[in-house]
């Protein structure tokens, strides 16, 4: 029987689910030798499951949200958490709790009352067996775990700072450059797409893990301050444990 | 399985909504259900230069629309002049989201209800040749945005003043080549289009877009883009993460069929052709669902005007990447026509270029209304219709509008 795979999307920009479509001609290969059972963006009919392979995408935020994901870890036998708002929180989870609150009154005005939480990583909420960060993801990434599922191994991770992939590239030192660079303590994967065009890292794999983020802070806030520093390292690693090491106290 | 949460929403639309039709009262109602992003909070106290990178991730369908706005704005509040060379590149990076999001749009979320198919990856096998366009077409706006732009989703090489990294004039030559070859895939695109019976709906309506620093309308609205806020208002309804826009209170409407109804900017040779010849139809037509039509059509002007930037772009001996600016205390506001039409992007500086405040109006927020207006006006002309078949015809134009929700809740 083919696996059955499931894709939802909470609170996001839809992005990841995007380079799905984005594997185009792979997409095609995929659904072949799968059972897309359940997938809003993408089809009607849909399954309420079980699935095989669910992979969620962006962050719980509403209600509905947080029990989609509940009910999706109840249906699958593998969850994935596809990109960087499912794995980590994204950019919207980078000020702490306080200061979302207070972005909503600036946002939708005083008299507005909202259920919804504080964005936070689906592993907040339950179990997650296979991560796949990036903001967006990597479609090559994506074609790897599905490649893996169907032969029934694991898949690969990228064990390594996004410097790796950028060196083999023989791109030009950014950080040494001067550019706020934070390839040297971030996950690779992405196959250093930003600094091969010229952009610093912005950490969006989130911080790998045993790297050295307390030097890289030091570094940073030596050269552009304590204010900066702290903005750069929070705005992909704000819920990741690498960070409330480094600034404990939140916002 | 009713009380399943994973299988109640509205499919195929960018974002969570979830359509509620009162048969008493004729009112149809589309909720959204997708939680609030504050990107206006997420970018404050942060340096000028995070704003086009924070905002792209609003939208994963069109990042690079919001990029090009937020740079907009903030070359506005600069006084940045950028040489003609970037605005080519800036506009064959313009066409390439525009394709990519009208081919998403058109072929993977609209088409699927008028070929009876449950997603457009089972026309693989019904319709080899629908959906080898659909993937062709979706891939040439795909390298539009990564050969410029570095990435297809979110974009990593426009910045202020211009480019941090520019193709090779080879990379440009063969994409104008495949450009050339994806034409008559994109005119068949449109004779596929214009071929649906679409429900027949007329309701008169203000169509609006930016052209040239200024909002117009057919309505006479002639204005500068920066008084977007007395253009119309934004309203924030009780349970809701959206806003809605409306002018006089009445909904209005932007994007490709309000460009094509406008008529400011005259189209090239080919899309003309596509217009008069293979639809026919005499715009204004007034009816949403040929919002669709006009999005094909658009993909083909696209492709004429991404030829056009780039043959004047290897022809210009004074080609800059970037271009140099002083930061000041200011502010500015910048407007770009994103897929879904006008989006506009303001912000307010202090002297070191720290955002102190920034505003984000997004096409879906401006078209909501106008949805639900003509929703209700097709639940009192069609009352025949069984509710299923309502519902479903309401669905189908709700996916007309190529409603971004996820954009709407930024």
Not at chain 1, 55 to 78: H, M, N, W, Y
Not at chain 2, 33 to 50: A, H, S, W
Not at chain 2, 75 to 96: C, S, Y
Not at chain 2, 290 to 317: C, M, P
Request: hydrophobic fraction near 40%; aromatic fraction near 8%.
């Amino acid at each position: 029987m083919k696996p059955k795979i499931a894709i939802f999307d909470m609170t996001d920009c839809e992005g990841c689910e995007l380079e799905f479509i984005n594997l185009r001609e792979k997409l095609t290969s995929i659904a072949g030798q799968t059972e897309i059972a359940n997938w809003r963006m993408g089809s009607t009919n849909n399954d309420p499951g079980p699935f095989d392979v669910t992979f969620i995408e962006g962050t719980p935020i509403t209600e509905k949200d947080i029990e989609v994901v509940k009910q999706a870890r109840a249906a699958s036998r593998l969850i994935v958490s596809l990109g960087t708002c499912a794995d980590l929180g994204g950019v919207q989870s980078w000020i702490g709790e306080t200061a979302w609150k207070k972005g909503v009154k600036l946002v939708y005005g005083e008299n507005y009352k909202t259920t919804s939480k504080a964005p936070k990583p689906i592993s907040y909420y339950i179990d997650v067996d296979i991560h796949l960060p990036g903001c967006p993801v990597n479609p090559n990434e994506i074609a790897e775990v599905l490649g893996a599922i169907l032969a029934g191994r694991k898949p690969t991770e990228a064990r390594f700072p996004v410097c790796l992939e950028c060196k083999a590239k023989e791109n030009e030192c950014l950080l040494l450059a001067g550019k706020e660079c934070l390839g040297p303590v971030t996950k690779g994967g992405c196959e250093a797409v930003c600094p091969s065009r010229g952009l610093r890292c912005w950490g969006c794999f989130g911080a790998l893990r045993g790297g050295n983020t307390r030097a890289m802070k030091n570094l940073l806030t030596e050269k552009y301050g304590k204010e900066r520093a702290e903005q750069l390292l929070a705005i992909f690693y704000y819920q990741q444990n690498e960070y409330k090491e480094l600034y404990p106290k939140e916002k | 399985m009713s009380e399943s949460v994973l299988t109640h929403y509205i499919c195929k639309i960018e974002g969570h909504g979830d359509l509620k039709l009162n048969f008493k009262s004729g009112k149809a109602k589309l909720t959204i259900d997708e939680g609030e992003r504050l990107f206006e909070q997420l970018v404050l106290g942060r340096p000028y230069e995070d704003a086009p990178f924070i905002t792209a991730r609003i939208c994963g369908i069109c990042p690079t629309a919001h990029v090009l706005a937020s740079i907009s704005a903030l070359e506005a509040a600069f006084d940045v002049r950028v040489t003609p060379n970037i605005i080519n590149l800036r506009k064959i990076l313009h066409a390439g989201q525009l394709i990519q999001s009208h081919a998403l749009h058109l072929f993977f979320l609209a088409l699927p209800d008028y070929m009876s198919v449950a997603n457009a990856i089972e026309l693989h096998q019904k319709n080899p040749e629908v959906y080898r366009t659909a993937i062709a077409l979706k891939k040439l706006g795909d390298k539009l945005t990564e050969i410029i732009g570095g990435r297809a989703v979110h974009p990593v090489t426009p910045v202020v003043g211009g480019f941090l990294s520019v193709p090779t004039d080879d990379e440009l030559r063969l994409l104008a080549k495949e450009l050339e070859s994806h034409m008559h895939m994109a005119l068949a695109t449109v004779e596929l289009f214009a071929g649906f019976r679409y429900p027949n709906i007329k309701r008169e309506t203000e169509y609006l877009r930016v052209f040239d620093g200024r909002i117009i309308s057919n309505r006479g609205l002639d204005t500068p883009l920066e008084n977007y806020a007395y253009a119309f208002k934004e309203n924030v309804r009780e349970g809701s993460q959206t806003k809605y826009g409306t002018r006089d209170g009445h909904g209005f409407v932007v994007g490709s069929l309000a460009r094509l109804s406008l008529n400011s900017e005259s189209l090239h040779p080919k899309a003309q052709y596509a217009l008069d010849k293979i639809w026919g139809k005499k715009l204004p037509t007034y009816n949403s669902f040929h919002n669709n039509v006009a999005q094909a059509i658009e993909i083909v002007d696209l492709i004429e005007t991404a030829i056009e930037n780039i043959n004047i772009y290897l022809n210009d001996k004074n080609r800059v990447m970037r271009v140099p600016f002083t930061i000041k205390e200011s502010s500015g506001a910048g407007a770009i026509e994103a897929p879904r039409g006008t989006l506009y992007h303001a912000v307010k500086l202090d002297e070191k270029g720290n955002i102190t405040l920034y505003d984000i109006v997004t096409p879906t927020v401006q078209n909501l209304v106008n949805l639900e207006e003509d929703a209700d006006w097709l639940m009192k002309e069609h009352s025949g219709l069984t509710e299923e078949k309502l519902y479903k015809e309401i669905e189908m134009l709700i996916r007309a509008y190529d409603p971004c929700i996820t954009c709407s809740v930024h």
